[in-house]
């Protein structure tokens, strides 16, 4: 477990789904940041964590010195082809009233730390634009961008771009 600023992480369990769909729910319902237009029920939500697991790759909680879970993070395959085995896509959601507090980052260097243990090279993160936070944290972490695929993603009545940075663990 890693403690960073008031904040602990550590790898999430199983309890912490219904938090961490709280967590979600926000995005998915109030931001363009998650594409899905439905919030995922607490079964699905089960199931990607439990995915997650079965293929060996972190997922981690981020606490409160209270034990609130403030944010989590996760790493998942880039590609499904073998020579693709050692790049992962990585993800980290903030409570919205934990922002640009340290839980990103404290999540992200945790993430990249553990990913280096596991002998992973490249690690990818999508991102919607505009969005001034995470390009913010996912640069100050040491992510350079790659590209941008234009108008991808349409929710709330428009089209949202998605730029893709990267980083070498």
């Known amino acids: 477990m890693t403690a960073v600023s008031g904040v602990s992480v550590g790898p999430a369990t199983i309890d912490d789904v219904p938090a961490i769909r709280a967590i979600y729910a926000h995005y998915v319902s109030e931001t363009p940041i998650s594409f899905e237009t439905e919030i995922p029920d607490e079964a699905e939500m089960e199931r990607r964590f439990k995915a997650i697991a079965t293929l060996g790759l972190p997922y981690l909680a ?66 919607t634009l505009p969005n001034d936070a995470s390009v913010g944290l996912h640069e100050a972490v040491g992510f350079t961008p790659v590209g941008v695929f234009r108008e991808v993603g349409f929710k709330f009545g428009r089209w949202h771009d998605v730029g893709w940075w990267q980083r070498l663990i």
Do not use: C, M, W
Not at 71 to 97: D, I, K, L, M, W
Not at 109 to 118: C, I, N, R, Y
């Open 62 to 127: 981020a606490r409160s010195e209270s034990g609130e879970l403030t944010g989590y993070a996760y790493a998942g395959r880039y590609r499904e082809r073998r020579a693709y085995e050692n790049s992962v896509e990585v993800t980290v959601y903030t409570a919205p009233q934990h922002q640009r507090q340290g839980v990103g980052r404290a999540l992200y260097e945790t993430l990249l730390s553990d990913l280096h243990v596991l002998g992973k090279h490249a690690a990818f993160a999508a991102i």
